[in-house]
């Protein structure tokens, strides 16, 4: 599963990887074979978790969430006090944790949704 990298495909509601499983003669793929992931599955979930496994939704990267079935990102804003021109270091603000549920599936197949392992593909989820 860490090799894989996962979509939204029509006509499945879960991540899915698309492999061939048939070439022909001049190593033309003959037959798909699609697996699906669903998030509901709190197992899959778990081995998406461990994979390290993040998300590009809408241009931003979330990672699958592990308690709930979705995809969770946590953004935050820094300030800097400043007394007499003289500024100090940079201090979390507040943070506030973004989640898309799963069944949001017509609106994750639009935003053009891409998942993969960091571990084995840093750079495929950057925006």
Known sequence: ??????????????LTNRACVQ????????????????????ETRARLVDFGFSCLIAKKVYRVCGERAGYCRTSCTYKRDCFLGICGKKKRDK???EFIDANRVDYLRESGLVCASENVYPDEVTP
Do not use: H, S, W
């Open 1 to 14: 599963m860490a090799e894989q990298i996962l979509t939204m495909r029509p006509g499945f509601d879960g």
């Open 23 to 42: 070439y022909d003669d001049k190593n033309a793929c003959l037959k798909y074979e699609t697996k699906e992931y669903k998030l509901q599955d709190a």
């Open 95 to 97: 943070c506030e944790v």
